[in-house]
């Protein structure tokens, strides 16, 4: 059973262009997280999805970040006009059941080191 | 009061030491509770659930203190091994189900 997928693991961008990462969940994982990791930081909550529904994305940035989950296929963070704040690890997270069910931990894919010029 | 607080240490202990950590969380409503472990920036795994009696699984035991709302992790006989940044993490409750992370304790056993 293929773990959390994430790629690429390292993308390098330079600034102004788009960063588009992936996230494959664990087969029968419906619920994925999307978190943010600076250097010498702890992870930050973007966003929470389910299958073509955005559930919360109070952690994301209004403008530039934008998420998706669709029904076929990985889900996507993508980056527009990245700057150079926006270089970090980028970590995504599934589980079967919504955080707070009876099956919640979190499993976690090895993350994309974004990389702005 | 932030969310959640860590010492971000580190703690550099000898092999065989004991080591503590707490976590301290301000939202009286949370529930569910964990640590994990994340090593040189790879990804965090689950290491172990924290439940209100309290609960161990080998050289680890976790404890939870609602009333004074912090949890802890004793790493006893420490090896080399267990050198890693270790993470709390909990769901604020309260409608929210978002799993929230501290900031992480570096842990350094050397010889």
């Known amino acids: 059973n293929a773990g959390v997928m994430q790629n690429p693991r390292h993308l390098v961008r330079r600034r102004g262009q788009e960063a588009r990462l992936r996230c494959s969940p664990m087969k029968g994982h419906s619920h994925v997280y999307w978190y943010r990791q600076l250097p010498e930081e702890g992870l930050k909550f973007m966003v929470y999805?389910?299958?073509?529904?955005?559930?919360?994305e109070s952690g994301m940035p209004k403008e530039r970040f934008s998420a998706e989950f669709p029904k076929e296929g990985p889900s996507i963070l993508r980056i527009q006009q990245v700057v150079r704040g926006d270089s970090a690890a980028y970590f995504c997270?599934?589980?079967?059941?919504?955080?707070?069910?009876?099956?919640?931990?979190?499993?976690f894919g090895s993350g994309t080191q974004l990389s702005v010029l | 009061r932030k969310e959640v607080e860590q010492d971000p240490g580190p703690f550099n202990v000898p092999e065989g030491a004991t080591v503590a950590f707490n976590c301290t969380y301000s939202n009286s409503a949370s529930q569910s509770f964990f640590w994990y472990r994340q090593d040189c920036r790879k990804e965090p795994k689950l290491l172990m659930s924290v439940y209100s009696s309290g609960n161990e699984d080998g050289r680890f035991t976790a404890q939870l203190n609602r009333a004074s709302q912090y949890i802890s992790l004793l790493i006893r006989d420490s090896k080399l091994s267990d050198s890693a940044t270790y993470l709390c993490v909990f769901l604020p409750g309260g409608g929210s189900y978002i799993p929230t992370f501290g900031r992480g304790t570096s842990l350094i056993v050397h010889p």
């Open positions: 999805l389910q299958k073509e529904n955005i559930i919360d």
């Open positions: 997270a599934s589980s079967p059941d919504a955080a707070g069910g009876t099956n919640e931990k979190l499993f």
